[in-house]
């Protein structure tokens, strides 16, 4: 049943993006943008984390999660270091995930050629 869950929740998070990018003059970058500040806008009162119980991996999987990472990462190490915390804790969930991004991207851009 987990399986499910987590299907259903990244399916309806990709068709509220798809019928955004259908509706409106957004582009794909908005569309992103604005799924990054919802989930960090829902960490923020502690929703997301009732999704991840709720729903599983399925929750870690969309670009809401990234911005969930940030927001837990930040107000987690700024309990610890105050104010100054807030930056360094940011990154602490995602570095990871932001430096394989850009490996990966670097590579691939070696391998395959852009069209035209």
């Given at each position: 049943?987990?399986?499910?869950?987590?299907?259903?929740?990244?399916?309806?998070?990709?068709?509220?993006g798809?019928?955004?990018?259908?509706?409106?003059?957004?582009?794909?970058?908005?569309?992103?943008?604005?799924?990054?500040?919802?989930?960090?806008?829902?960490?923020?009162?502690?929703?997301?984390?009732?999704?991840?119980?709720?729903?599983?991996?399925?929750?870690?999987?969309?670009?809401?999660?990234?911005?969930?990472?940030l927001i837990?990462?930040?107000?987690?190490?700024?309990?610890?270091?105050?104010?100054?915390?807030?930056?360094?804790?940011?990154?602490?969930?995602?570095?990871?995930?932001?430096?394989?991004?850009?490996?990966?991207?670097?590579?691939?851009?070696?391998?395959?050629?852009?069209?035209?």
């Amino acid at each position: 049943m987990t399986f499910l869950y987590s299907f259903l929740f990244c399916g309806i998070v990709c068709l509220i993006g798809q019928i955004i990018l259908d509706n409106t003059k957004l582009t794909p970058g908005h569309v992103t943008s604005i799924f990054v500040v919802l989930g960090a806008f829902l960490d923020s009162f502690g929703l997301y984390d009732k999704f991840i119980k709720w729903f599983g991996a399925g929750t870690l999987v969309p670009i809401t999660s990234f911005g969930h990472s940030l927001i837990h990462g930040a107000l987690s190490k700024a309990e610890d270091s105050g104010f100054l915390g807030l930056l360094g804790g940011m990154f602490n969930l995602t570095s990871a995930g932001i430096v394989s991004a850009i490996v990966f991207g670097f590579i691939l851009t070696m391998i395959f050629k852009a069209k035209d």
